[in-house]
């Protein structure tokens, strides 16, 4: 092997040495970017997690409102009967 392919090889492993490091600082910057990927989502399903805790906590106060309106319709639905009833009675007498 002379001088010249001894350059010459040199020159290549450099470059292969120059590829090798450009390829790990790629590889650095996309698992920072995957992190912060990564946290994103995290963040989102913590916040769509307490977004569906809200929502199920006002659909409970909710089902307790229907159920009470419910039980109000039950007392003054037969009064209104009863009343209307009169009513009529009052003006047909």
Known sequence: M???DSRHLIRVLEE???NQR??????AEALALQREQFALVQKQTERAERLQDRAEQIQAKSAQLVAGARK??????????????YLTWLIFR
């Open 16 to 18: 292969i040495r120059d």
């Open 22 to 27: 450009t390829q790990l600082e790629r590889q």
């Open 72 to 85: 109000a319709m039950v007392v003054v639905l037969p009064v209104l009967i009863v009343l209307i009833a």
């Open 2 to 4: 002379n001088e010249q």
